[in-house]
């Protein structure tokens, strides 16, 4: 059972930037496709960014896209997610999740993670 402890957030001004980190129990974190998901008060949970086990390669939801950047170090066993130019709309609970399959596609599909941080609150003021 990986545990994922996401940190970092905080309530930022508009345009301000924000780095979050999640960091993992254990060391077959570095197997895993990775994610980050949002969650807004009254809103479902959506895609924000996903990166591949390796961390070549990185996809992001069309409304952060040129402004987050999520990165990897698997020798720490963490995510990143740099969060710049921040707007009040991006104001959620921001979640790390692990895709522990081992397939060889990353999803945007949260259904399709297996484990889940407890979050961390994020607030953009105007």
């Known amino acids: 059972q990986v545990q994922l402890v996401e940190s970092g957030g905080g309530l930022v001004q508009a345009g301000g930037s924000l780095r979050l980190s999640c960091a993992a129990s254990e060391r077959t974190f570095s197997n895993y496709h990775m994610g980050w998901f949002r969650q807004a008060p009254g809103k479902e949970r959506e895609f924000v960014a996903a990166i591949n086990w390796s961390g070549i390669s990185s996809w992001y939801a069309d409304s952060v896209k040129g402004r987050f950047t999520i990165s990897r170090d698997n020798a720490k066993n963490t995510v990143y997610l740099q969060m710049n130019s921040l707007k009040p709309e991006d104001t959620a609970v921001y979640y790390c999740?692990?895709?522990?399959?081992?397939?060889?596609?990353?999803?945007?599909?949260?259904?399709?993670?297996?484990?889940w941080g407890q979050g961390t609150q994020v607030t953009v003021s105007s």
């Open positions: 999740a692990a895709d522990a399959s081992r397939r060889a596609i990353v999803v945007r599909n949260a259904d399709e993670y297996d484990y």
